[in-house]
């Protein structure tokens, strides 16, 4: 199927737990729509209607008190059934599921925990805004900074690139993000580190990638332009549009090639310029 975000929210929420059958009970207490469990990372994720989510959250609550839950929110992709989405005439992406069988040559994700399902308006703005980078010039070595889900680093290993450098400073997300790569078996292009910035080193990338919240740009932004070649591009996203120039601010040494915005988020395009 081709999902279309629109037509829908699902309220997802995710529970650390080791035996999710203890949650059996919710199919009958609450709206269920669908459950998966990774066994891997031990998260449960139930899937209710985004209808009446106060209500939805108050029950489970009241019938779970002491249930570890480590995130809520709303989602335009019903992730626990599975889905498939068309980002660019290039990157098709699919979570598998009992409804959904993937075809040849998508980007397969199961994103349990961290961000990057590919329904985000800022993962749709960076995957587009790192095609046009590749259409700009060459690209082999590429930084994923926060890989979150590996969505971006995989995006860029099915464009060609052959050696990718994906890192986030949570321990949960690298885990799915090498899970993610080796259903994509990938794992000859993309290595995966726990840590930031300071894992890259200065002048080695074609290509750094950060779709980070705006306080961790304002706070980083300025070690990333150094870790390009000259020439070198990078793709921003996590901010509103306008909050573009305080992110601008900190990039220095590059040019804005395009900027793209979606549903209330902006996703810049820079090259770096020569040094002196």
Same mark, same amino acid.
């Given at each position: 199927?081709? $999902?279309?975000?629109?037509?829908?929210?699902?309220?997802?929420?995710?529970?650390?737990?080791?035996?999710?059958?203890?949650?059996?009970?919710? =199919?009958?207490?609450?709206?269920?729509?669908?459950?998966?469990?990774?066994?891997?990372?031990?998260?449960?994720?139930?899937?209710?209607?985004?209808?009446?989510?106060?209500?939805?959250?108050?029950? $489970?609550?009241?019938?779970?008190?002491?249930?570890?839950?480590?995130?809520?929110? @709303?989602?335009?992709?019903?992730?626990?059934?599975?889905?498939?989405?068309?980002?660019?005439?290039?990157?098709?992406?699919?979570?598998?599921?009992?409804?959904?069988?993937?075809?040849?040559?998508?980007?397969?994700?199961? *994103?349990?925990?961290?961000?990057?399902?590919?329904?985000?308006?800022?993962?749709?703005?960076?995957? =587009?805004?790192?095609?046009?980078?590749?259409?700009?010039?060459?690209?082999?070595?590429?930084?994923? @900074?926060?890989?979150?889900?590996?969505?971006?680093?995989?995006?860029?290993?099915?464009?060609?690139?052959?050696?990718?450098?994906?890192?986030?400073?949570?321990?949960?997300?690298?885990?799915?993000?090498?899970?993610?790569?080796?259903?994509?078996?990938?794992?000859?292009?993309? *290595?995966?580190?726990?840590? *930031?910035? *300071?894992?890259?080193?200065?002048?080695? $990338?074609?290509?750094?990638?950060?779709?980070?919240?705006?306080?961790?740009?304002?706070?980083?932004?300025?070690?990333?332009?150094? @870790?390009?070649?000259?020439?070198?591009?990078?793709?921003?996203?996590? $901010?509103?549009?306008?909050?573009?120039?305080?992110?601008?601010?900190?990039?220095?040494?590059?040019?804005?090639?395009?900027?793209?915005?979606?549903?209330?988020?902006?996703?810049?395009? @820079?090259?770096?310029?020569?040094?002196?």
């Amino acid at each position: 199927m081709e $999902f279309l975000p629109k037509d829908r929210l699902f309220l997802v929420v995710k529970i650390q737990c080791a035996d999710p059958e203890q949650y059996e009970s919710a =199919k009958i207490l609450l709206p269920v729509l669908g459950k998966r469990y990774e066994h891997g990372s031990k998260i449960l994720t139930l899937l209710f209607p985004a209808s009446n989510v106060d209500s939805i959250l108050t029950r $489970f609550c009241r019938a779970f008190p002491r249930a570890p839950i480590v995130e809520t929110g @709303l989602t335009a992709s019903p992730g626990a059934a599975g889905y498939s989405r068309r980002i660019t005439d290039h990157i098709s992406i699919a979570s598998p599921g009992p409804d959904v069988a993937p075809h040849e040559g998508q980007i397969l994700i199961r *994103s349990s925990l961290s961000f990057g399902s590919g329904f985000h308006p800022t993962t749709e703005l960076s995957i =587009k805004l790192l095609e046009q980078a590749f259409f700009i010039r060459d690209i082999q070595k590429v930084f994923d @900074l926060g890989t979150g889900s590996g969505i971006l680093a995989l995006t860029a290993a099915r464009l060609g690139a052959k050696n990718i450098l994906a890192t986030d400073i949570d321990f949960q997300a690298c885990q799915e993000a090498r899970e993610n790569i080796a259903l994509n078996n990938a794992g000859h292009r993309i *290595s995966v580190l726990c840590g *930031s910035y *300071s894992c890259a080193r200065q002048g080695a $990338f074609d290509l750094v990638l950060a779709n980070l919240t705006i306080s961790t740009l304002i706070t980083i932004g300025h070690y990333l332009p150094p @870790l390009l070649k000259p020439g070198g591009l990078l793709v921003v996203s996590g $901010f509103t549009p306008e909050q573009s120039p305080s992110v601008l601010s900190v990039l220095h040494h590059t040019e804005l090639v395009n900027r793209s915005s979606l549903e209330g988020w902006t996703g810049l395009l @820079l090259k770096a310029l020569p040094s002196g």
